[in-house]
């Protein structure tokens, strides 16, 4: 499994496009496996950080607002480390945004279960994932190159949704985006496993256990 400190640290050194890579693969597995419930909320604590230094503040209250939902689902609290860089990142979302937008925003991302939060900071933070080196191997901290775990969350749907045939018209309908999005998607995916069709992506989709 990915570590999830080894994205606060690529976070603390200032390499906030690997931090989010390996944040994202970090939940994407541990939602998976149904894995440590405490890695999935210090993730989605991450993703709020994430998007606030990115300037996605809307989207970072989302995320707050989901990481305050779980807590009081499950009962648990974040790390002293991970609480401290909450309280530092709460307070400066404050100063950034306007109360009315900060309440909407949150209330929005405590509606979200822990998967849909993760898929719209996916969204939310694709161009910076774009920006993140793909080449290196997740243990150095980068992405699995030509691998399914490659793919963030969004991107799993999406090609779920290609395997059953469907355009980037209808799956737009169906996952509620525009269809650019959509193209972005699929050339990411195309880019990230090494494909180049449609029918390659359906064929790596069945065979990895993608498809619907």
């Not at 999830?4 to 931090?19: M, P, V």
């Not at 995320?63 to 307070?91: H, I």
Request: aromatic share 4%.
């Amino acid at each position: 499994m990915v570590d999830g400190n080894l994205g606060s640290i690529a976070f603390a050194q200032g390499d906030l496009a690997r931090g989010a890579v390996l944040c994202f693969l970090c939940l994407d597995v541990s939602l998976r496996l149904h894995g440590n419930q405490r890695f999935i909320l210090a993730g989605l604590a991450g993703l709020g950080g994430i998007a606030r230094a990115q300037g996605e503040l809307e989207l970072a209250a989302q995320m707050f607002g989901a990481t305050q939902s779980y807590s009081t689902l499950l009962g648990l609290r974040l790390n002293r480390a991970d609480g401290v860089q909450w309280t530092k990142d709460m307070a400066a979302l404050r100063r950034q945004l306007p109360t009315d937008r900060l309440e909407r925003a949150w209330a929005e991302g405590r509606l979200l279960a822990p998967a849909a939060a993760v898929a719209l900071a996916a969204d939310g933070l694709a161009p910076l994932l774009q920006s993140a080196d793909h080449s290196q191997p997740a243990s150095s901290g980068g992405w699995i190159a030509h691998d399914e775990a490659a793919l963030t969350l969004r991107e799993r749907e999406v090609l779920g949704l290609i395997a059953q045939g469907l355009t980037d018209a209808q799956i737009a309908e169906q996952l509620v985006i525009s269809p650019r999005t959509v193209s972005k998607h699929v050339q990411s995916i195309y880019g990230k496993l090494g494909l180049t069709s449609r029918s390659g992506a359906t064929r790596f989709a069945i065979t990895h256990g993608l498809a619907r």
